[in-house]
C-alpha cells in the first residue's frame, strides 16, 4: 500500500470507543491534578487573592467543560484521514504533550506551591496549547475553535498564576 493511499475506513462502533478513549485521556489528567489538587480549597483560602479571582467553586465546572472539549477536539482530528506529512500526527502528538504540561501544573501550584515553576509550565503550556490550536486548524477548524475557550482559560490562569505568586511569596517559594 502506498504511503498516501486512502486510509481503511473505521466502522461506528471503532469511532465511539475512540471518542471514550480521547475523554478517558482528558479526565485521566483532570484526575492526576485532582489527586494534586486534595488539599486546594484550603491552600487557596490561605492566598492573599487579587479582586478579579473567582470563587474557587467556579475552577471545577469550567475544567470539567475544557476537559470535554479538548477531548472532542482531539477526536475530531483523530477521526480526519492521516493525508500528506501527517500533520494529524504531529498535532495530536502536541495535544497530549499539553496533557502533561496541564497535569504538571497542579502538582507544581497546588501540591509542592512552586509558584515561579507553576509559571513557567503554564506558560509552556499556554504555548504548547496555542501549537496544538494552529495544527488542529490546518486539519480541522471546528476541533480548533473547540480549544479556544481553553486557551482563554489559560491565559486566565496564566494571570492570576502570576499574581498570586507575586502576592504570597511566603506561600508559593
Known sequence: ???HAAPLPRSTAHT????AGWLVLAFATAAIGGVASVQAPAFYAQLTQPSWSPPPG?????????YALMAIAAWLVWREPAGSGDGRRRALTLFCVQLLLNGLWSWLFFAWHLGAWALADIALLWLTVAATLAGFWRIKPLASALLVPYLAWI???AALN???WRMNPQLLG
Open 1 to 3: 500500500m502506498s504511503r
Open 16 to 19: 465511539w470507543l475512540a471518542l
Open 58 to 66: 467556579v475552577f471545577g465546572p469550567v475544567w470539567t467543560v475544557l
Open 155 to 157: 491565559s486566565f490562569a
Open 162 to 164: 502570576f499574581t498570586l
